[in-house]
């Protein structure tokens, strides 16, 4: 059974870096997608973007330039960086899985991370 | 890219169904036949529910129900149970390789 652990830096002043990881355990990512997706405090869902084990990547227009995705397949682990971070990136953010092309929909979720952004 | 639209919340007693509506243009949920539903309690990541429009993921309930009607899809729950009480999101390919995701919709049971 494919679980997905992420971690991350929680608290971040305005103009910082977020920087997001997220581990897949119990079975190889090859050929999924990870996805990072946001959940806003009034509850709503953003897709931010999502990074495939070989490195293709697709994203989310509103915030392409401020994304960076990787990933690390010898580990298992893909990650998320957004730079010049504000107030409104407060949010739930999730890594999701889903199973590749054509298959638009996330089987798989992490924890989830919280991320303030406060001076 | 403008968000999913779905009712902010819709309520039905145990034993009755419900329907959620989510509505989006012909640059998404009218062209492609990739909706997906979500249901999320409080507390916990949001768990597939609905795939490509009306299918359902192994060990989730035959009472969830997807369909599809030009630019707007829905999600029809019957049989409501207390467990139903929860959020539930759509979510749609948009082209392009994005996504685009809905308000989301809190059901209550009464």
């Known amino acids: 059974q494919v679980q997905l652990q992420q971690w991350g830096a929680g608290l971040l002043k305005p103009s910082e870096t977020l920087s997001l990881t997220c581990a897949v355990y119990?079975?190889?990512?090859?050929?999924?997608?990870c996805s990072w997706i946001r959940q806003f405090p009034g509850k709503g869902l953003e897709w931010i973007g999502e990074i495939n084990h070989i490195g293709s990547t697709n994203y989310n227009p509103s915030l392409k330039s401020r994304l960076t995705m990787s990933e690390d397949t010898s580990k298992n682990q893909f990650s998320l960086k957004l730079n010049s971070v504000t107030a409104a990136d407060t949010a739930l953010y999730y890594c999701?899985?889903?199973?590749?092309?054509?298959?638009?929909?996330?089987?798989?979720w992490g924890q989830g991370s919280l991320v303030t952004v406060s001076s | 890219q403008s968000a999913l639209t779905q009712p902010a919340s819709v309520s039905g007693s145990p034993g009755q169904s419900i329907t959620i509506s989510c509505t989006g243009t012909?640059?998404?949920?009218?062209?492609?036949?990739?909706v997906s539903w979500y249901q999320q309690h409080p507390g916990k990541a949001p768990k597939l529910i609905i795939y490509?429009?009306?299918k359902r993921p192994s060990g989730v309930s035959n009472l969830f129900s997807g369909a599809k009607s030009g630019n707007t899809a829905s999600l029809t729950i019957s049989g409501l149970q207390a467990d139903d009480e929860a959020d539930y999101y759509c979510?749609?390919?948009?082209?392009?390789?994005?996504?685009?995701f809905g308000g989301g919709t809190k059901l209550t049971v009464l």
């Open positions: 119990g079975g190889s990512f090859s050929g999924y997608y």
């Open positions: 490509e429009v009306d």
């Open positions: 979510c749609s390919y948009a082209g392009s390789s994005t996504l685009v």
């Open positions: 999701a899985g889903r199973r590749g092309e054509g298959k638009y929909y996330f089987d798989y």
């Open positions: 012909s640059s998404d949920v009218g062209t492609y036949n990739l």
